[in-house]
């Protein structure tokens, strides 16, 4: 579809749709995020006190859905490649890639675009010239859209746009829309407002392609994207209707209720005045002439007597709530083993559970992550070789070698990886040096003020250099010959 005269107005309204499309699915996804579910199912004649209870029976487990993830998802580091298949190049904080990552200020806003991701199925990432060099920076998919010619396949959209303000009764909405080419600002005063969009052609965007590279979560062969909270949504209306369940057992039926049979209430008494004196009393009488009973205080310190011996008192037993939780913990459970989320980090039952017990418990989360890790992986590589063509730098926009290195967020002591690490050096021969990377929490920087140290340190390694480099490689004559023989 790239090759075809598309107009930047179709392309607009195109992009716009998408979003009118896909903006009820998103918004009721964000939220869950922020906690802001379906009520419970109740009476359609609930009075407050219900709808209270609803509101206290959210109980919201998608933030740790997103959060279990996202904060093993952490790059530190950018490996560039090599042209000629060779092994790629050391790691280098002044690469023009990860200088332009350390510009955008993306050590701390990376999280932003993997949160967006997780929840959602997508994010965005906008890369492009600014006064200041190239910057990089995260875009919410509640208001960006992009065009695949092949959504399953294609990393490269053709065309990208995104909402920079919602438009309102005084004013139009305006965004910002990328092709291979050009930039574009659109107005529209509405997205299902076909007729009111306009486009206005801008400067040169200067990439070879769309600036705007899509970080997907899952992509099915269909090309839809698919994150990890929107298949939960069920299962977490589950819970919530267990807790308030639980909630309206709790508050009406679970305490004994006393009762009392055969018993007449007491009335309530008025003075009987005569001649300004207080004579007696009689029984106080409401407006229909029936008597108004009496209000009975009663509590766990008060008794209640009957002088008929034809009375008789009870009692109705309390609801077993016994039945409401364990019924939360199942589907707590099932919410676990679908999410692949260890069960312990929601139920907070750690106790008694060994080493290896917590390991195969983290099996499936890691492996979750592994899998994000991958397709993160292949996005922020096509942001660097943006990064670089934008920067002017033809080699590393050209490098589909480079590696991002994602740092290892496992928990593990200091001294198990080093002890670790020392057996990989010492039984199966590996380079010390080319372990530095594996030392848990080193950055880049500090790797590379590890090797220029050891390279100042190494003043044997430096004089054998000299050496090499003072000595010629082929005698010059034959007295020579024997001179450098000797």
Known sequence: MAGLPISPATLAKDLLAILDRDDHRLQRIDRYVHGKHDDPYMPSHADDEYRLLAKRAISNWMPLLISAVAQALYVDGFRPGAAGGQLPGAPSSTSTEWSHWARSRLDARQAAIYRGALAFGHAFVLTEKTWRGVRSKGLSATRTAALFEDPAGDETPYAALTVASWPTPSRPGTARMWDGRREYTVTFKSLADIDSIRVTAGPLHGAGECPVTRFAASVDLEGRTVGVVEPMIPLQNRINQSVFDLLVAQTYASVKVRTVTGMAPPMETEPVVEDGEVVGSRVRLDEAGNPIPAKIFHNARRFLFAEDPDARFGTLDETPLAGFIESIDMSVRHWAAVSQTPPHMMLGQIANLSAEALL???????????????????????????????????????????????????????????????????????????????????????????????????????????????????????????????
């Open 360 to 486: 195969a418990a983290q099996v499936a989360l890691a492996r979750k992550v592994a899998e994000f890790q991958s397709t993160f992986s292949e996005s922020w590589e096509r942001v660097f070789r943006l990064a670089a063509e934008l920067a002017g730098d033809e080699a590393a926009a050209d490098d589909y070698h480079g590696e991002v290195q994602w740092r290892d967020m496992e928990s593990r002591s200091l001294a198990q990886a080093a002890d670790a690490l020392g057996k990989l050096a010492e039984q199966l021969g590996i380079p010390k040096r080319g372990l530095w990377k594996r030392v848990p929490g080193v950055t880049q920087s500090e790797y590379e003020d590890w090797v220029d140290m050891a390279e100042e340190d190494d003043s044997a390694g430096q004089l054998a250099s000299a050496l090499t480099r003072a000595t010629p490689s082929e005698p010059v004559s034959g007295a020579n010959t024997e001179l450098v023989a000797a």
